[in-house]
C-alpha cells in the first residue's frame, strides 16, 4: 500500500497527469511522517524540543524497512521502548534534517534593481538593499534523490527552486509564498517567481489543492488561497499571456476545491448564501506539533478528541494558528480546547476568494473565453452580495467574522476585518470612509509601532501583542486605494510605523522576523508554539513593497526625520548654490 502510493506520487512528479478527482491519493498515508505508532513513540518521547524536527529528518533506508525494525524493536520491549533505545533507533534510521535541500543562488538575482532608487531615506535604501541580498540565503533547491526516493522523504519534490521563509520553515508555504514573490518582483526576479509558481501548479495537479506547505504531512489542509493572485502578479509584472493560458484550467481547479471541499451555506435575514470557511476533515495530531495536539487532546473525553483535532488543523489552514479568533463562542475562550475555525466564516478567506473569482474574470476576457469569464463574474458579484449581507456590520462600519452556531458576528477587531478594502470586494465607496472611522473607534492608530493582531492577550502567536507583516499590508493596501486623502495619509502612517519597527530592529539584531512584539517599543514576536523565527520572507516582502510605495516620504528614524535647523539652512543654502 505505501509503496503503492509513493510510487503513484512519482509517476504524478514524472508529467502523468490524473484525469479525475476520484483517483486522488488520501492527503497523506506516510505511517512514518503522518500516522502510526513509530510516529506516535517518537513525538511523545519528545526527543527534540521541536516536534517538527523528527518529521522533517529524512530517511536513510526505504520505509518498509524501517517500518519492520520499528515493529520488532516495539515487540521485544512489549510496546514501551525506553527512551534511549528510541534515540538510538532514531539515528540509525533518519538522517540529519536539511539533507534533502541545497543553498541555491536565484540565476535572475542581480545588484541594483530600480526600486532602490526610489528611496530617498539613505539609511533605508541601504537597508532596502540588504534585503533584496537575503533572497540568496533564502533561496533552496531540492536535491535530485528526492525525485528518484521520494518514499524517503516528507519533503514534497519540487521541480523548481524557491525561496522560503527561513528558520525552522525550511520548506516553502503557501500564503508565505504570496508576499516572498511581491518582494521578488521588486526585486526584478520574474524568473523565481515564475518557478515557484510552477510548483504550485504541480501540486494542485498532483493533490488537487495547494497543500500548507511542501511537506507530506503538510497534504491534509490548505492555506490561505492566494494562487491566482500570485499569477496575477506575475502576468502583471510580465506579460507572459502564453504561461497563464496554459495553467488557466489548473487555476480553476484550485478554486473549485475551495468549493468542493470548503463551502458552507449560511442563513441570514431569510435569505440563503454560499460562503467558504476553513475545515478539515480528518482527526489525529498534526505530525509537526504532535505532543502538543495529542496532551492537548487528552484533557477531552475520548469522543471529542478527533473534532478537537480537526480544528486544530482546520485554525493551521487559515494561516493564524493559533488566535483568539477560533476560540471565540466556546466554553473557554482562553483555552485551545475550545478551538472551533470551522463554526466561523472568515472575512479574509471570503475577500480573497472574491478577488480570485474576479481575477479569474479578467483572465478569461483577456485569453478570448467569455463564457468562463461571466461565469467567474457571477460568482464573485454572489460573493460581493453574501458578504456585504451576512458579514459586513453598518453600525460598526467593517465586516466581522460570522459565527455559524450562535448566529452572529465576531465583533472583536482584527487586521483580517479589512480584507474586503485590500481586496477589493465592497461596492460601496463609503465603506472606506466607514471603516477609517472603525479603525480610529478601534483605538488602532494609537499603537506606533505596528497593527496589532487583535486586542486580546492570550498568548496565542495570532494575538496581541503581535504585529504581522502580511497583516500590516492587508490594511494598509486597503486604506491606500481609497480615493479619500484621509484614509491615503493613515495608510502611510502606519506604512511608516511598521517600516520603522522593521527597521530598529534589523539595526539591533541584523535581522529579519516572522513577526513583531509591539508592546516594548518594537522587538521580535513572541508566544505561540515555537519559538520566534529569523528570515523572513513574507516580511521581507512586505517591506520591500512598502518602501517601494513610500520611498520618496519614508524615514529611518527621529534623528533623520528632524533636522537640526542649522542643518536644514545648510542644506537649503547648498541647494540654491549654482552647480
Ligand atoms: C505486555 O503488556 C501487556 C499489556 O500491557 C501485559 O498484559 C503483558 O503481560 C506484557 N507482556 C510481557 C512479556 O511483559
Ligand atoms: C503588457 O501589454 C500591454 C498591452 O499590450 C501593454 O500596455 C503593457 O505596457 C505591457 N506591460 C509590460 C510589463 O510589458
Ligand atoms: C476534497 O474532497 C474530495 C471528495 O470528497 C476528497 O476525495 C479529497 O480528499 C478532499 N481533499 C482534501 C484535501 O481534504
Ligand atoms: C472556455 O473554457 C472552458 C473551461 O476551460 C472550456 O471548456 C471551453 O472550451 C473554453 N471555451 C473557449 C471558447 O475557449
Same mark, same amino acid.
Given at each position: 500500500?505505501?509503496?503503492?502510493?509513493?510510487?503513484?506520487?512519482? !509517476?504524478?512528479?514524472?508529467?502523468?497527469?490524473?484525469?479525475?478527482?476520484?483517483?486522488?491519493?488520501?492527503?497523506?498515508?506516510?505511517?512514518?511522517?503522518? $500516522?502510526?505508532?513509530?510516529?506516535?513513540?517518537?513525538?511523545?518521547?519528545?526527543?527534540?524540543?521541536?516536534?517538527?524536527? *523528527?518529521?522533517?529528518?529524512?530517511?536513510?533506508?526505504?520505509?518498509?524497512?524501517?517500518?519492520? $525494525?520499528?515493529?520488532?524493536?516495539?515487540? #521485544? $520491549?512489549?510496546?514501551?521502548?525506553?527512551?534511549?533505545?528510541?534515540?538510538?533507533?532514531?539515528?540509525?534510521?533518519?538522517?540529519?534534517?536539511?539533507?534533502?535541500?541545497?543553498?541555491? #543562488?536565484?540565476?535572475?538575482?542581480?545588484?541594483?534593481?530600480?526600486?532602490?532608487?526610489?528611496? &530617498?531615506?539613505?539609511?533605508?535604501?541601504?537597508?532596502?538593499?540588504?534585503?533584496?541580498?537575503?533572497?540568496?540565503?533564502?533561496?533552496?533547491?531540492?536535491?535530485?534523490?528526492?525525485?528518484?526516493?521520494?518514499?524517503?522523504?516528507?519533503?514534497?519534490?519540487?521541480?523548481?527552486?524557491?525561496?522560503?521563509?527561513?528558520?525552522?520553515? +525550511?520548506? *516553502?508555504?503557501?500564503?508565505?509564498?504570496?508576499?516572498?514573490?511581491?518582494?521578488?518582483?521588486?526585486?526584478?526576479?520574474?524568473?523565481? +517567481?515564475?518557478?515557484?509558481?510552477?510548483?504550485?501548479?504541480?501540486?494542485?495537479? #498532483?493533490?488537487? $489543492?495547494?497543500?500548507?506547505?511542501?511537506?507530506?504531512?503538510?497534504?491534509?489542509?490548505?492555506?490561505?488561497?492566494?494562487?491566482?493572485?500570485?499569477?496575477?502578479?506575475?502576468?502583471?509584472?510580465?506579460?507572459?499571456?502564453?504561461?497563464?493560458?496554459?495553467?488557466?484550467?489548473?487555476?480553476?481547479?484550485?478554486?473549485? *476545491?475551495?468549493?468542493?471541499?470548503?463551502?458552507?451555506?449560511?442563513?441570514?435575514?431569510?435569505?440563503?448564501?454560499?460562503?467558504?470557511?476553513?475545515?478539515?476533515?480528518?482527526?489525529?495530531?498534526?505530525?509537526?506539533?504532535?505532543?502538543?495536539?495529542?496532551?492537548?487532546?487528552?484533557?477531552?473525553?475520548?469522543?471529542?478528541?478527533? #473534532?478537537?483535532?480537526?480544528?486544530?488543523?482546520?485554525?493551521?489552514?487559515?494561516?493564524?494558528?493559533?488566535?483568539?479568533?477560533? !476560540?471565540?463562542?466556546?466554553?473557554?475562550?482562553?483555552?485551545?480546547?475550545?478551538?472551533?475555525?470551522?463554526?466561523?466564516?472568515?472575512?479574509?478567506?471570503?475577500?480573497?476568494?472574491?478577488?480570485?473569482?474576479?481575477?479569474?474574470?479578467?483572465?478569461?476576457?483577456?485569453?478570448?473565453?467569455?463564457?468562463?469569464?461571466?461565469?467567474?463574474?457571477?460568482?464573485?458579484?454572489?460573493?460581493?452580495?453574501?458578504?456585504?449581507?451576512?458579514?459586513?456590520?453598518?453600525?460598526?462600519?467593517?465586516?466581522?467574522?460570522?459565527?455559524?452556531?450562535?448566529?452572529?458576528?465576531?465583533?472583536?477587531?482584527?487586521?483580517?476585518?479589512?480584507?474586503?478594502?485590500?481586496?477589493?470586494?465592497?461596492?460601496?465607496?463609503?465603506?472606506?470612509?466607514?471603516? !477609517?472611522?472603525?479603525?480610529?473607534?478601534?483605538?488602532?492608530?494609537?499603537?506606533?509601532?505596528?497593527?496589532?493582531?487583535?486586542?486580546?492577550?492570550?498568548?496565542?502567536?495570532?494575538?496581541?501583542?503581535?504585529?504581522?507583516?502580511?497583516?500590516?499590508?492587508?490594511?494598509?493596501?486597503?486604506?491606500?486605494?481609497?480615493?479619500?486623502?484621509?484614509?491615503?495619509?493613515?495608510?502611510?502612517?502606519?506604512?511608516?510605523?511598521?517600516?520603522?519597527?522593521?527597521?530598529?530592529?534589523?539595526?539591533?539584531?541584523?535581522?529579519?522576523?516572522?513577526?513583531?512584539?509591539?508592546?516594548?517599543?518594537?522587538?521580535?514576536?513572541?508566544?505561540?508554539?515555537?519559538?520566534?523565527?529569523?528570515?523572513?520572507?513574507?516580511?521581507?516582502?512586505?517591506?520591500?513593497?512598502?518602501?517601494?510605495?513610500?520611498?520618496?516620504?519614508?524615514?529611518?528614524?527621529?534623528?533623520?526625520? &528632524?533636522?537640526?535647523?542649522?542643518?536644514?539652512?545648510?542644506?537649503?543654502?547648498?541647494?540654491?548654490?549654482?552647480?
Amino acid at each position: 500500500m505505501q509503496g503503492r502510493t509513493w510510487g503513484l506520487r512519482l !509517476l504524478l512528479l514524472l508529467g502523468l497527469r490524473l484525469g479525475s478527482q476520484e483517483a486522488l491519493p488520501p492527503p497523506c498515508g506516510s505511517q512514518i511522517y503522518c $500516522h502510526g505508532e513509530l510516529l506516535r513513540q517518537v513525538q511523545m518521547a519528545k526527543l527534540y524540543q521541536d516536534d517538527k524536527q *523528527f518529521v522533517d529528518m529524512p530517511l536513510s533506508s526505504a520505509p518498509d524497512q524501517v517500518l519492520r $525494525h520499528f515493529r520488532e524493536l516495539a515487540q #521485544t $520491549h512489549n510496546l514501551s521502548i525506553p527512551r534511549q533505545e528510541l534515540q538510538m533507533f532514531v539515528q540509525e534510521h533518519f538522517r540529519a534534517v536539511g539533507q534533502e535541500l541545497q543553498p541555491w #543562488t536565484p540565476e535572475d538575482w542581480r545588484d541594483s534593481p530600480q526600486f532602490l532608487q526610489k528611496i &530617498l531615506d539613505p539609511r533605508l535604501r541601504a537597508w532596502a538593499g540588504q534585503l533584496h541580498q537575503l533572497w540568496k540565503k533564502l533561496g533552496k533547491k531540492v536535491k535530485p534523490e528526492v525525485l528518484s526516493h521520494p518514499e524517503q522523504f516528507s519533503l514534497i519534490y519540487s521541480r523548481h527552486p524557491f525561496i522560503v521563509p527561513g528558520g525552522r520553515f +525550511v520548506e *516553502f508555504y503557501y500564503w508565505d509564498s504570496y508576499w516572498v514573490m511581491e518582494g521578488l518582483l521588486l526585486s526584478e526576479m520574474p524568473e523565481t +517567481v515564475k518557478g515557484m509558481l510552477q510548483n504550485f501548479l504541480d501540486l494542485v495537479q #498532483t493533490y488537487g $489543492h495547494v497543500p500548507n506547505g511542501a511537506r507530506v504531512y503538510y497534504l491534509q489542509r490548505s492555506q490561505p488561497p492566494l494562487l491566482t493572485l500570485m499569477m496575477d502578479r506575475y502576468v502583471a509584472h510580465t506579460n507572459d499571456t502564453t504561461f497563464l493560458r496554459d495553467h488557466i484550467e489548473t487555476l480553476a481547479s484550485e478554486l473549485d *476545491f475551495w468549493t468542493k471541499n470548503r463551502s458552507i451555506s449560511v442563513s441570514s435575514g431569510g435569505k440563503s448564501y454560499i460562503l467558504n470557511h476553513y475545515e478539515v476533515p480528518y482527526g489525529g495530531p498534526r505530525p509537526e506539533s504532535y505532543s502538543k495536539d495529542a496532551e492537548l487532546a487528552a484533557t477531552l473525553l475520548e469522543g471529542n478528541r478527533d #473534532t478537537l483535532l480537526a480544528e486544530l488543523k482546520a485554525s493551521a489552514e487559515s494561516g493564524w494558528d493559533f488566535s483568539s479568533r477560533w !476560540l471565540v463562542g466556546g466554553p473557554n475562550p482562553s483555552s485551545l480546547s475550545s478551538i472551533r475555525t470551522s463554526k466561523l466564516v472568515p472575512v479574509d478567506l471570503n475577500a480573497f476568494l472574491c478577488q480570485a473569482e474576479g481575477l479569474m474574470s479578467n483572465f478569461y476576457s483577456r485569453l478570448g473565453n467569455d463564457s468562463e469569464a461571466a461565469k467567474y463574474r457571477n460568482l464573485r458579484a454572489e460573493r460581493m452580495a453574501a458578504l456585504k449581507d451576512v458579514l459586513w456590520d453598518e453600525d460598526k462600519g467593517v465586516w466581522f467574522d460570522y459565527d455559524l452556531e450562535n448566529e452572529k458576528k465576531n465583533l472583536e477587531f482584527y487586521p483580517s476585518n479589512f480584507a474586503p478594502l485590500w481586496a477589493g470586494c465592497f461596492s460601496d465607496p463609503d465603506d472606506v470612509d466607514k471603516a !477609517l472611522k472603525y479603525l480610529e473607534d478601534s483605538r488602532i492608530l494609537t499603537y506606533q509601532y505596528g497593527i496589532p493582531t487583535s486586542l486580546q492577550k492570550t498568548g496565542q502567536q495570532w494575538d496581541f501583542p503581535n504585529a504581522w507583516a502580511p497583516l500590516q499590508d492587508l490594511v494598509i493596501r486597503g486604506l491606500a486605494k481609497s480615493p479619500s486623502a484621509k484614509a491615503q495619509e493613515v495608510a502611510f502612517q502606519l506604512a511608516q510605523n511598521w517600516i520603522r519597527t522593521n527597521f530598529d530592529v534589523y539595526s539591533k539584531k541584523s535581522a529579519m522576523y516572522e513577526k513583531y512584539d509591539i508592546s516594548n517599543g518594537g522587538q521580535p514576536g513572541g508566544g505561540g508554539e515555537y519559538e520566534v523565527q529569523e528570515g523572513f520572507g513574507w516580511t521581507n516582502g512586505v517591506a520591500l513593497m512598502l518602501l517601494d510605495r513610500y520611498g520618496d516620504r519614508l524615514s529611518s528614524g527621529a534623528q533623520t526625520a &528632524l533636522l537640526a535647523p542649522h542643518c536644514l539652512a545648510a542644506a537649503l543654502l547648498l541647494s540654491l548654490l549654482p552647480q
